[in-house]
């Protein structure tokens, strides 16, 4: 791979990342103004469309190799989108890392309006640990092994180490 092409492909990354945690964002938004949990439809739907897009785009990390959280920043080339990290850097739009440590440090509450959008935040990282789990299984579970059939789907034999 050329330069080039190595350039083009950080750049088109850098806007999927961007693009799809704005996705993200809005829903959220739009889930808290209608003061309905995330874990229903259409959000949650909505909420998997975005996860489905980030995994096919490899924007997901094996989160077995990845630290917690790897202080990246929306236009960094190298950002994947974590649970952590998608968190993290929606709580620093918004503004919630800040007013978090304000609160702790004052020992006060967080306002209401904040406290609701950790509490959304806590949802979309829980979904989205849960779907990551899940698809990075799916694919173990569902190899193919050296004789060309899959593990033994029920219990997993033969494909979990």
Not at 27 to 35: D, K
Not at 39 to 45: A, I, K, M, Q, S
Not at 98 to 117: C, F, G, V, Y
């Amino acid at each position: 791979m050329s330069f080039q092409d190595s350039d083009q492909q950080s750049r088109h990354l850098v806007r999927a990342s961007r693009q799809l945690i704005g996705d993200i964002e809005t829903l959220i938004a739009e889930a808290q103004a209608e003061t309905r949990p995330l874990e229903v439809e259409p959000y949650r739907g909505r909420l998997f469309a975005c996860f489905v897009q980030a995994w096919q785009q490899q924007l997901i990390p094996d989160d077995t190799a990845a630290p917690a959280f790897d202080d990246f920043e929306e236009d960094d080339p190298e950002l994947r989108l974590n649970a952590d990290t998608l968190c993290r850097l929606l709580a620093r739009r918004w503004g919630l890392d800040m007013a978090a440590r304000e609160a702790q440090a004052m020992q006060t509450r967080l306002p209401a309006d904040q406290l609701e959008r950790m509490r959304l935040l806590w949802s979309v990282m829980r979904m989205w640990m849960e779907w990551s789990y899940a698809w990075r299984r799916w694919v173990e579970l569902h190899a193919t092994g050296e004789n060309g059939e899959a593990g033994d789907r029920a219990t997993g034999a033969d494909s979990i180490t």
